[in-house]
């Protein structure tokens, strides 16, 4: 798991150049770039890292500042942050996965306009917490709380980062019901090692044995 900074992906894109001039100008314009990493900063967006082909890198910009590569940025739609990428990082320990059964999955995402965004799987961030020594703030490894972004090519040409209870993947030989499931939220913490019904033989053997506690019923 990294701190603040992650490696991703490699993505060939392009950027919306008025993100590499404040907002104030060259709005309309885009030049390539390769989009290579992300920061994660608690209570922000997503923040990518991309490359230009004059050599600059460009650090910090949110997912809205990119569209896919080959398309024509005049018939991009733009789309504000907030309907690309639901929730912001939840900490400064990011987790960057490719997972295999969704490596060029096609999916879609239900949106804040009450409508569906077809795209393509690219990767995931998730997030933790793994220093016991710093103070947990954040709701990363709260289980009602948690949440990851899965990022996704999506097909008008924008990218989005969009949590698991939003999105329908399509395995074509395995996806065969048509429905948005009506599961609930997890609330368990799940701990394998919260019983006082067992205990361990004390002994050196490497094959120790495990006892049940009997209850004591004689009172």
Same mark, same amino acid.
């Given at each position: 798991?990294s ?22 100008k ?9 989009i ?10 997503i923040l990518?890292?991309?490359?230009m ?11 809205s500042?990119?569209i896919?590569?080959g398309?024509d940025p005049?018939?991009?739609p733009?789309?504000r942050?907030?309907?690309l990428e639901?929730?912001n990082?939840?900490s400064? =320990?990011? %987790?960057i996965?490719t997972?295999? /059964?969704l490596g060029?999955?096609s999916g879609?995402?239900?949106?804040? +306009?009450k409508?569906w965004?077809?795209?393509?799987y ?6 933790g ?5 710093v ?5 990363s490894?709260?289980p009602q709380e ?8 999506l097909?008008?040409?924008? =990218?989005? %980062?969009?949590p698991?209870?939003? /999105?329908?993947?399509?395995l ?6 048509n +429905? ?6 997890q609330t368990?913490?799940?701990?394998a090692?919260?019983?006082s019904?067992?205990?361990?033989e004390d ?5 120790y044995?495990i ?7 004689s009172?």
């Amino acid at each position: 798991m990294s701190y603040l900074n992650a490696n991703i992906p490699l993505e060939y894109a392009q950027i919306r150049r008025e993100y590499l001039y404040d907002l104030k100008k060259h709005h309309g314009e885009v030049e390539d770039c390769i989009i290579f990493g992300i920061t994660s900063l608690t209570g922000r967006s997503i923040l990518f890292h991309a490359i230009m082909e004059n050599g600059a890198v460009y650090y910090r910009l949110p997912i809205s500042a990119f569209i896919q590569r080959g398309f024509d940025p005049e018939k991009v739609p733009k789309r504000r942050l907030d309907e690309l990428e639901l929730w912001n990082s939840f900490s400064y =320990y990011p %987790a960057i996965t490719t997972w295999d /059964i969704l490596g060029g999955v096609s999916g879609k995402y239900w949106g804040k +306009d009450k409508k569906w965004h077809p795209g393509k799987y690219l990767f995931t961030i998730d997030w933790g917490h793994p220093d016991a020594n710093v103070l947990d703030s954040d709701h990363s490894e709260i289980p009602q709380e948690h949440k990851c972004a899965h990022i996704i090519a999506l097909k008008d040409g924008n =990218y989005a %980062a969009q949590p698991n209870n939003r /999105i329908l993947w399509d395995l074509p030989s395995f996806t065969v019901k048509n +429905d948005v499931p009506d599961w609930k939220v997890q609330t368990t913490e799940w701990n394998a090692e919260d019983t006082s019904k067992w205990i361990t033989e004390d002994s050196d053997r490497f094959f120790y044995n495990i006892e049940e506690i009997k209850d004591d019923d004689s009172n």
